[in-house]
Nanobody, 124 residues
Framework: QVQLVESGGGLVQAGGSLRLSCAASGRTLSMYAMGWFRQAPGKEREFVAAVSKSGFVTLYAESVQDRFTISRDNAKKTVYLQMDSLKPEDTAVYYC?????????????????WGQGTQVTVSS
């Protein structure tokens, strides 16, 4: 059974940076696209970024385009989310997820395995 464990969250000032990591167990991670989502208090979970199984194709939400970078290291079975120029509105619990396809997708329903989440708080 594949398990995903996020880390790297924390408290940062506006304009700062954080790098989230998502470590996966299991042998099949490299066969699937991976994504990052976030959920702020009182709001629905929303798509942030996704990367293809190869790492060559990426997809971003407009709100994080040019500030966040998703990448993966299949040898280490880890997916990363580099977050720069953070804003208070980026405050949320961030989740990584494994898609059921090899190309990146924004659709929550295309992801079947989720991590437990890591809190990111950006102070103004």
């Amino acid at each position: 059974q594949v398990q995903l464990v996020e880390s790297g969250g924390g408290l940062v000032q506006a304009g700062g940076s954080l790098r989230l990591s998502c470590a996966a167990s299991g042998r099949t991670l490299s066969m699937y696209a991976m994504g990052w989502f976030r959920q702020a208090p009182g709001k629905e979970r929303e798509f942030v970024a996704a990367v293809s199984k190869s790492g060559f194709v990426t997809l971003y939400a407009e709100s994080v385009q040019d500030r966040f970078t998703i990448s993966r290291d299949n040898a280490k079975k880890t997916v990363y989310l580099q977050m720069d120029s953070l804003k208070p509105e980026d405050t949320a619990v961030y989740y990584c997820a494994r898609a059921s396809r090899d190309l990146p997708t924004m659709e929550t329903g295309d992801y079947g395995i989720w991590g437990q989440g890591t809190q990111v708080t950006v102070s103004s």
